[in-house]
């Protein structure tokens, strides 16, 4: 990175940030703090329910999904336009009238107190997990980047966004997500429109060789319950997985609920129902791209290049420099048959295709290998190195590929996804700490202005705490999929206690509650025990439909061994 | 722990049919949407879209389906083309 670059980037940051703060300094009441202005259209509430969901996580571990997997990653989205469907028919109304802040408030109403506080306390543990992980993505790419501490990288991102969301609540979250997401589909578009240009073949050529090397399957109908992303994992799993959290995730509540009427809050949600699933294409398909990109050009061994350089440093018996030179070789060896594949694909030769592309598989196979055997010696040398590097694929090509001022873009563009996340998530676990706990539970008559410097405090407290988590995190599996397993194993639990409200009208407040528990211990059984039992390890995405079934069933069971239909549960909203 | 008794709490099956307090800019009544009754027996804006070709809500979610169906077809469609 040059000047210009460390321009673009923290000029467009601190432009928005104070541009956030200036604009919502002044707050005249906690309602206005918690659902921000009353004039907020749907392309607003849509683009901030866009920006809470796609956290730097989405733009910068996807593409490195698209580069190791392809495009089946993208099965994972195909249950949410259900979901968000069924979630403006029935959910949305019923808090709007409700007049309530946080969804957890309409558990109290439905059921009693506590299942409102096991609710809330969910969220509050699950999306406090998440938020340390939010935060902790931008710190690993700028501390690569620009070799900054972590530590130092974490707690600046962190205090940037905690001064902002504390200072103005949900407005400030809205305003400086729409800026944010400008920053970040300018970098993304730009960055593909230089990736094809820069790419020696053609658009048909690409999308041969991808589809070649098993990068184009998008869709898989396969049964087996071990692939992790199949049609039927992305619709069943993903639908009850976007249930829980566009329904009942207080981070994406709020934003909704931040639309000056139903209709708006309404169509906020069909415009992410419908934009989602060619968004997150998109993305995994410029991760497809790269990958194209690195058939012609010669790819790193390992993507992580602190890690690679500390590796060959502390590797005494130079295993590493000779896995370098052999992939070397293996790599000229796949170009040299992928260009042959696409002569004969040129000539009409299809017998000659057919066979250059067997080679060139074999000789990606090959490369693969050299990849593995290099992870191989990295971990048995190092046992605490990071041997994952999918998420360094994309910023690698960035910083190696683009011209200056775009790497900047990029990287304002990875920096602002963490900040609209991050503040989106602060400020519900505020709202949640403020309205469900402490106003709830510790101080119930206190005056409006009271309830809303406590707000802040709790902002902050929240926000220092995911500085805190993030700063002991480890680089684990890849970062999208610890935030989907930490989901998976959270959310089904929350959903169903609001599917039972909605739909169970004869399930009361003591079933509903122990069941919930139960069923919370079970799923978290199940996660512990693949680790012992490799039988157990399906998709986490399973883990949505087992988890929710389980708490329904429970509930039912012990409503029918209670005896008694509970009668109505009536409740002030403002409790 | 409970909390003091003040008003019905809606569901979807009731929630359409009771009138609540009102919430913030929201309307203090709703609507049944007029359906089986010829006329609605409520008032609320909020039901009309005001979008033109989607009129009502059953019909912006129909082309929000429409589109999940599109989006998987032509997913489905470069899968097979490439595999």
Redesign the interface.
């Known amino acids: 990175m040059n000047p210009l670059d460390f321009a673009v980037l923290i000029g467009s940051l601190l432009a928005i940030a104070a541009y956030g703060t200036w604009h919502t300094r002044r707050h005249r009441s906690l309602d206005h703090y918690l659902r921000g202005d009353e004039t907020i259209g749907w392309l607003t509430i849509g683009i901030s329910v866009a920006a809470t969901q796609a956290s730097a996580i989405t733009f910068i571990s996807t593409p490195g999904q698209g580069y190791e997997s392809g495009l089946d990653f993208v099965q994972n989205y195909f249950g949410m336009p259900l979901a968000l469907i069924l979630i403006a028919a029935v959910f949305l109304p019923i808090y709007r009238r409700l007049n309530v802040y946080t969804a957890y408030e309409y558990l109290g109403h439905r059921f009693d107190a506590k299942t409102r506080l096991l609710g809330a306390a969910l969220f509050l543990v699950s999306r406090g997990l998440a938020a340390g992980i939010t935060i902790y993505a931008p710190a690993i790419i700028l501390s690569t980047v620009l070799g900054w501490r972590l530590d130092l990288t974490i707690l600046l991102s962190g205090l940037l966004v905690i001064v902002y969301t504390v200072a103005g609540g949900s407005q400030a979250v809205t305003l400086t997500q729409k800026w944010q997401m400008a920053v970040i589909f300018g970098g993304m578009v730009a960055a593909f429109v230089i990736l094809l240009m820069k790419l020696p073949a053609s658009l048909g050529d690409a999308f041969t060789i991808a589809g070649g090397f098993n990068k184009l399957n998008a869709v898989s109908f396969s049964a087996d319950p071990h692939r992790r992303y199949t049609f039927w994992t992305g619709l069943l799993g993903g639908f009850f997985l976007s249930l829980s959290y566009f329904g009942t995730d207080q981070s994406q509540v709020q934003r909704y609920l931040s639309g000056s009427s139903l209709r708006e809050s309404r169509l906020g949600l069909m415009f992410n129902a419908v934009l989602k699933i060619p968004m997150q294409f998109f993305i995994l398909l410029l991760g497809v791209m790269v990958f194209v990109f690195y058939q012609f050009e010669k790819p790193p061994v390992f993507f992580n290049h602190a890690a690679w350089q500390q590796a060959v440093r502390q590797d005494a018996d130079g295993k590493l420099g000779t896995l370098q030179q052999e992939f070397n070789t293996a790599c000229a060896q796949k170009e040299q048959w992928i260009h042959r594949w696409l002569d004969a694909k040129h000539a009409g030769d299809r017998t000659a295709e057919t066979a250059a592309q067997s080679q060139a598989l074999t000789a990606l196979e090959h490369v693969n290998t050299l990849r593995a055997d290099a992870r191989a010696v990295m971990e048995k040398d190092d046992p605490g190195v990071t041997s994952n590097d999918a998420d360094y694929v994309f910023v690698t090509f960035v910083l190696d590929h683009l011209p200056h001022g775009l790497i900047g873009l990029l990287m304002a563009a990875f920096f602002a996804a963490a900040l609209q996340s991050k503040s989106a998530e602060l400020n519900a676990l505020g709202a949640t700490t403020t309205v469900d706990f402490y106003r709830h539970l510790l101080k119930r008559d206190a005056s409006d202005a009271h309830y809303l410097a406590a707000s802040r405090w709790f902002t902050l407290f929240w926000g220092l705490m995911a500085i805190a988590f993030a700063l002991y995190a480890n680089l684990v599996e890849n970062l999208i999929q610890a935030v989907n397993i930490v989901g998976s194993v959270f959310y089904p639990v929350v959903l169903a206690l609001f599917l039972v409200a909605f739909f169970l009208k004869r399930v009361g407040g003591t079933a509903m509650f122990w069941g919930a528990l139960v069923a919370q211990l079970l799923v978290l059984a199940v996660y512990l025990l693949h680790y012992r039992f490799p039988q157990l390890d399906f998709s986490y995405l399973w883990y949505n439909l087992i988890g929710c079934a389980a708490c329904v069933l429970l509930s039912r069971i012990l409503q029918a061994a209670l005896g008694s239909t509970p009668k109505p549960v009536t409740a002030t909203p403002a409790s | ?13 009731s ?2 049919r009771h009138s ?7 309307p203090m009544t ?1 609507t049944d949407g007029g359906q089986g009754t010829g006329a609605p027996r409520l008032t609320d ?2 039901e ?3 979008l033109r070709g989607l009129r009502t ?1 059953r019909d ?2 129909l082309f ?2 429409g ?2 169906v599109l ?2 077809v032509l ?2 469609a ?2 097979m ?3």
């Open positions: 722990m409970n909390v003091p008794p003040e008003q019905p709490v809606p569901t979807p099956q929630g359409a609540v307090r009102a919430a913030g800019n929201e709703l804006v909020d009309l879209t005001g809500w912006v979610y929000v389906f589109c999940f989006w998987v997913l489905l470069l899968t083309s490439y595999s």
